[in-house]
C-alpha cells in the first residue's frame, strides 16, 4: 500500500531502479545499506524515500569502486568530514587506477602496431632512438631459474603491470662483438622510466638502467628455445656494419608475441643495439 505522497517503494520497483536482483536487495540489506518495513501479513518488504536516498548513494560509491563493505560504512558515519575525507581518497586511487588503465592501454597499442608492421613484413632495421627504461633481472639463458621468496614477489609485481611491462632479453654488447654463434642471453622484463617511476619506484639493485641513446631498432624473431642464437640478430648487426656504426652497449629487446609458425612457436621481439656513427 503506498502512502498519498508517493514516497513508498516495493523491492521490485527499487531493484529495477538501481538495476539489481531481489536477492542483490536482499544483501543490501543484510549489509544494512537499506532498511526496509514489513508490511501485511505476508511481511512484504517496502522501502521509504531514505531507503530510496540510501540506494542511489550506494549505487554512486559502488560505481566510483568502493566495496559495499566500504559503502555500508561511510552510509552509517556520513558526517560532511568523513564523506569528504573517503571521496578524496578514493579520488586518488581513481585516478591512479585512470592512470594505470592509460599505460595498459598504450602498451597494447605498441604491441597492435608492432604486429602490424610484422604482418606487413615491415621489420627491417633503421636508426633510432632507444627510449630509457629500466630492467628487472630474472635469469641467464642457460641458468635454472632459482629464485627467493622476494625476488618471486618482485617479479610477480612487474607481470601484474603487462602490457607496460613485458619480457625482456639482454644481450651483452662484448658477445655482440666478439661474432660467436652462441650467446649468454639474460632473461629479465623492461618497462619504459616513466612507468617505472609512477609504478615501481622502490625496486631492488636487480633492476637496472637502460638510458635514452642513439639504437639501431629492428624486429627479431627465433624459435622460444632458441633465444641464445646469434642468428636472430643477423640482419640487425649487417646493418650496423653495413652503415659504419659502432656498438656502444649491451643489446636489449621487449617482447613483442609468440605466434606459431607452422610447427614452430616463434618469439617476435623489438630490438635495440646502442650505436654511434
Known amino acids: 500500500m503506498k502512502p498519498k505522497n508517493g514516497y513508498l517503494y516495493s523491492s521490485t520497483e527499487l531493484s529495477r531502479y538501481y538495476g539489481l536482483s531481489i536477492k542483490g536487495m536482499e544483501f543490501y540489506e543484510q549489509k544494512k545499506l537499506i532498511h526496509p518495513q514489513r508490511v501485511g501479513q505476508s511481511k512484504t518488504r517496502v522501502f521509504s524515500l531514505t531507503d530510496c536516498y540510501r540506494m542511489a548513494s550506494a549505487r554512486m560509491l559502488r560505481n566510483c569502486g568502493m566495496s559495499l563493505d566500504e559503502t ?48 606487413t613484413g615491415n ?37 601484474s603491470l603487462m602490457p607496460m ?22 632473461i629479465g622484463m623492461i618497462i619504459s622510466e616513466a612507468d617505472f617511476e609512477r609504478f615501481l619506484s622502490d625496486a631492488s639493485d636487480r633492476v637496472s638502467i637502460c638510458g635514452r641513446t642513439k639504437a639501431v631498432h629492428a624486429l627479431i624473431a627465433c624459435e622460444e628455445t632458441a633465444l641464445d642464437q646469434r ?17 656502444t652497449g649491451d643489446g636489449y629487446s621487449r617482447l613483442v608475441f609468440v605466434v606459431r609458425h607452422g610447427n614452430t612457436q616463434m618469439r617476435w621481439d623489438e630490438l635495440w643495439i646502442p650505436v654511434e656513427e
Open 72 to 119: 555500508a560504512e561511510l552510509l552509517e558515519n556520513c558526517s560532511c568530514e568523513h564523506v569528504c575525507e573517503c571521496l578524496a581518497e578514493r579520488d586518488a586511487q581513481m585516478q591512479r587506477e585512470i592512470l594505470l588503465l592509460e599505460r595498459r592501454l598504450a602498451g597494447m597499442r605498441r604491441i597492435e602496431e608492432m604486429m602490424k608492421r610484422i604482418r
Open 123 to 159: 621489420t627491417h632495421p633503421q636508426l633510432t632512438t632507444m627510449p630509457a627504461s629500466r630492467r628487472l633481472f630474472v635469469r641467464r639463458f642457460h641458468d635454472a631459474h632459482v629464485s627467493t621468496p622476494e625476488e618471486s614477489e618482485e617479479f610477480c609485481l612487474w607481470n
Open 165 to 186: 611491462t613485458e619480457a625482456s632479453l639482454r644481450f651483452p654488447r662484448e658477445e655482440l662483438l666478439s661474432g660467436q654463434g652462441r650467446l649468454h642471453t639474460e
Open 231 to 247: 642468428a636472430c640478430l643477423t640482419e640487425a648487426l649487417s646493418f650496423i656494419r653495413d652503415n659504419g656504426l659502432l656498438i
